[in-house]
T-cell receptor, first 114, second 115 residues
């Protein structure tokens, strides 16, 4: 069975500083990896996804993530955050030969302050 | 409407009452999913529908939970005899089809509070 661990429940960061959100997963088969963002009182929105190919994936709003198969990680980064990046971020995994069931991490709350 | 919609946005009910939550998927999306998000936790899969196939109910936490979907349109999630531990945000998502690579588009959720 697959599992997803987000190592930080909350990450405070100053505006214009870089941020990294860590995600590790476990699975016995090939996986697809996703990062979703949830702004206050809104639904989840896809930031980026890794399906295959280049291990560095670029998403919306200046975010990127790198898939590391040997470390079973998919960390999310942004070089310079804005106040508007304050949100909860979820890492999710689905098995490549599955019907699409997403296994989510517990989430990381990012709070950006001036 | 371009996105997934859910109603009601908020529901407060008394323990023991039944509730019904509604989800309108994106038009043309054949797959529909229900998740539960408890406070401070990630999303927990409940059930999915794909076209006219039998739904996968493996994530439903008890027999008090049931869901229906008519064809490729609206879905309803029903919780009977609600308990306080049912308090959560219930999220619906839809996608073009069942595949691990397909993006799931989420609705804004229904916040259920059981008193």
């Amino acid at each position: 069975a697959q599992s997803v661990t987000q190592l930080d429940s909350q990450v405070p960061v100053f505006e214009e500083a870089p941020v990294e959100l860590r995600c590790n997963y476990s699975s016995s088969v090939s996986v697809y990896l996703f990062w979703y963002v949830q702004y206050p009182n809104q639904g989840l929105q896809l930031l980026l996804k890794y399906l295959s190919g280049s291990t560095l994936v670029k998403g919306i709003n200046g975010f990127e993530a790198e898939f590391n198969k040997s470390q079973t990680s998919f960390h999310l980064r942004k070089p310079s955050v804005h106040i508007s990046d304050t949100a909860e971020y979820f890492c999710a995994v689905s098995e490549a030969d599955s019907w699409g069931k997403l296994q989510f991490g517990a989430g990381t709350q990012v709070v950006v302050t001036p | 409407g371009a996105g997934v919609s859910q109603s009601p946005s908020n529901k407060v009910t008394e323990k023991g009452k039944d509730v019904e939550l509604r989800c309108d998927p994106i038009s043309g999306h054949t797959a529909l999913y229900w998740y539960r998000q408890r406070l401070g936790q990630g999303l927990e899969f409940l059930i999915y529908f794909q076209g006219n196939s039998a739904p996968d109910k493996s994530g439903l936490p008890s027999d008090r939970f049931s869901a229906e979907r008519t064809g490729e349109s609206v879905s309803t999630l029903t919780i009977q005899r609600t308990q306080q531990e049912d308090s959560a945000v219930y999220l619906c998502a839809s996608s073009l089809g069942l595949a691990g690579s397909n993006e799931q588009f989420f609705g804004p959720g229904t916040r259920l509070t059981v008193l």
